[in-house]
């Protein structure tokens, strides 16, 4: 799967997990306001959750971009 | 029953805030602009329907486990595992781990070697046409009608849970599906797969993480449980299946090792080609062989994201689920609802659309599984074997693309057809059932046993087909009939698909023998590259140790042992 010409697989996940990432950081935030009506909000866990995907994304993003030699 | 009762549902479980919205678009652009972009890159029939065969393992062994990992699959054994306890996970481990690593160590060179691109292939390489016929149009058949069954029942999810129109998600689902199948193929299937393997772990882990939490670790769920059902059964794999009445499947541990373990498992893993195809895709014999060892890995920790949150459910939620039946009545949740009772315990906005995400990519996922299976065995193993014989590539290439959107459009009939029948369901879901053991015993004996002939493979595969048809309606017309097909008067439902399942496959096991042995058999050249004995295997080389296939089967066969005594 990985001819040189091609995009990977990796780099359409690694950006989507990005965007869902920002996203759910986003909510995150805009929830300490007015928490959720959800058991344990007070974990905030889409803030800590939305991060983590934010990392894994920006990794993958990173390693598998197009035209990044390997 | 499952559908039966969320058509009868009111009101949906889960509202959707604009970022949930957001999400779920933003996954159906990604999976279509997946499909053209990888429709540039495919040309050849090769590329359509066997993905180039430049998988990686990683690659095609995810694909093999995301074919097989719908979102009715991470449902309806959730509500499983609610209603059973943990005795759901044995579909997880038993039922998967040992003939995963069986395909991959003892079967994955008979069908690489032999170049087929599809099951029913291989039957023709070793057994000739007759036997690949029998195979190719029940399984294309039944293929595409389990895929409308799918898309169906996908539908009355999402009109339960998030009050979608039935149409809507119908029409939109599949032809996504359509688009980036046709568009990209195989591969296009594969990728997708891959993608939705990722967000179904990330949309649905947090529910085992945050609900483990809030009962304090595993030991503080089992208290719960035991607390809650006044017994300890619940909890554990083995120690209750010694009599068909200790346990609330009524299953015998007989029935889950030889009719779960062994023929179901190894028929469904190592013959469905909805899954072997996954694997053909590979790049190379040891990819090949890998693939299912990296499923394997992964398959041992699905019940984390599907048993354990259906436990938490019966641990933590406030009300009690009950049946189909009582919930209709009582206008209570079923245990079918426990999965998206537990997202939307724990999800708030923006996680939520994840986890709603994950059950349709599950969705999905299943469905190119089927309709990508269909349009290569239509293609390939009835309209060249069939009807066309001497057509050019390329038209192969533009019949696979143009069935890939009939077979959605049969998918939708059928959807519809049920819409309207319920009780077509059924039939369907039986039907399909019934060649799976048998045609495990026929690859099984072709690969390993070079006496077996042409005569003995279609004989065996057709007589263990009707033997099972046989006993399903032997137990349709006179329930009672349970009793002797299961070998025990306390044996439940569960337990007959797991000895139909065993006895249809030595029905087609002894004939297939017999006739052989009756039969001239094939000259030992004819067989080279097909049957164990007759073909030379390639050598590994000097591949380190841990990049051999076997030495990471020995890793999972022995984290699988350790597994079951923790739960026993």
Known sequence: ?70 | MFCLFLLQSRERLIHLSWVDTAIIAIYFLAVLAIGFYLKERTHTGEDFFLAGREMTAWIAGLGFLSANLGALELMGWAAASYQYGILATHWYWIGAIPAMLFLAIVMMPFYYISKTHSVPGYLKLRFGEPSRALSAISFAFMTVLMSGINMYSMALVMKVVLGWDIHFSIWISSLTVAIYVALGGLRSAIFNEVLQFMLIWLGVLLIPVLGLKEAGGWSGLQQKIAERMGSTDYTHLWSTLGSFKDNPMGIHWTGIVLGLGWVISFGYWTTDFLVVQRVLTAKDLRSAKMAPVIGAGFKMLVPLIVIVPGLLGLALLPEKLVGEGAAVASHAHSYNEVLPLMLARYLGPGLLGLGITALIAGFMSGMAGNVTAFSTVWTYDIYRSLIRRDATDGHYVRMGRWCTILGVLVSIGTAYLVMQFLSIMDYVQALFSFFIAPLFGTVLLGMLWKRATPAGGFWGLLLGTLSSIGMWAWVKVDPGALSIIALSPNAKDMAENMYRGLWSWLVCVIVTVVVSLASRPLPEKQLVGLVYGCTEVPSEGDVPLFERPLFWAAIVSVVFVVLNILFW
């Open chain 1, 1 to 70: 799967m990985n001819r040189d010409e091609s995009i990977s697989i990796w780099f359409f996940i690694g950006l989507l997990i990005l965007i869902y990432g920002v996203l759910i950081v986003g909510a995150g935030i805009a929830g300490l306001s007015s928490p959720p009506p959800v058991v344990m909000a007070n974990l905030h866990v889409g803030i800590w959750w939305g991060g983590l995907l934010v990392v894994v994304g920006a990794v993958y993003v990173y390693f598998f971009r197009p035209g990044r030699t390997r």
